[in-house]
T-cell receptor, first 108, second 115 residues
Framework: AQRVTQPEKLLSVFKGAPVELKCNYSYSGSPELFWYVQYSRQRLQLLLRHISRESIKGFTADLNKGETSFHLKKPFAQEEDSAMYYCALSSNNNDMRFGAGTRLTVKP | DAGVIQSPRHEVTEMGQEVTLRCKPISGHDYLFWYRQTMMRGLELLIYFNNNVPIDDSGMPEDRFSAKMPNASFSTLKIQPSEPRDSAVYFC?????????????FGEGSWLTVV
């Protein structure tokens, strides 16, 4: 069975500092990895997915199959990045399982 | 499309009462998911459907929980009898397997408080 692990429940950085939200996964097949974000009082929404290899709002994430990781990074955090971030894995069965989430706080 | 629609948005009920949460997925989507969000456990997958058929309900906590999808545009999650530990935000989400990357779209959630 697939599993997604986000080791940090809370992460706090200062504005302008780099930020990295960690995500590790376990899955025997070929996974599809995603990052979802939940801003205060809003619904969860897709931030980015590994197959697109895109940068959204300055965030990037690279799938490292050797380390089974999909860490989310941003070189210069902004206060509006404060939110709950969830790493997710979709298996060959098209399900979607999430990690426990990391609450990011960007301080001024 | 208005997106995934959930009701009620908020519910406060007494322990032992039956709770029914409702979801209308995005039109044309063939997958529907029910999640529970808590501070302790994050976002847990309870059950998901494909073409109205339950595929995996291993995340349903116990027999007090049940979910149905009678047609492509409606699903319910029922808790009977409810307990205080069921207090959480319940999210419904839907997706279309034909899209690249299988992005799922969430509703705004149903905030359940059992007292």
């Amino acid at each position: 069975a697939q599993r997604v692990t986000q080791p940090e429940k809370l992460l706090s950085v200062f504005k302008g500092a780099p930020v990295e939200l960690k995500c590790n996964y376990s899955y025997s097949g070929s996974p599809e990895l995603f990052w979802y974000v939940q801003y205060s009082r809003q619904r969860l929404q897709l931030l980015l997915r590994h197959i697109s290899r895109e940068s959204i709002k300055g965030f990037t994430a690279d799938l490292n199959k050797g380390e089974t990781s999909f860490h989310l990074k941003k070189p210069f955090a902004q206060e509006e990045d404060s939110a709950m971030y969830y790493c997710a894995l979709s298996s060959n069965n098209n399900d979607m399982r999430f990690g426990a989430g990391t609450r990011l706080t960007v301080k001024p | 499309d208005a997106g995934v629609i959930q009701s009620p948005r908020h519910e406060v009920t007494e322990m032992g009462q039956e709770v029914t949460l409702r979801c209308k997925p995005i039109s044309g989507h063939d997958y529907l998911f029910w999640y529970r969000q808590t501070m302790m456990r994050g976002l847990e997958l309870l059950i998901y459907f494909n073409n109205n058929v339950p595929i995996d309900d291993s995340g349903m906590p116990e027999d007090r929980f049940s979910a149905k999808m009678p047609n492509a545009s409606f699903s319910t999650l029922k808790i009977q009898p409810s307990e205080p530990r069921d207090s959480a935000v319940y999210f419904c989400a839907s997706s279309f397997a034909g899209t690249t990357g299988n992005t799922i779209y969430f509703g705004e959630g149903s905030w359940l408080t059992v007292v």
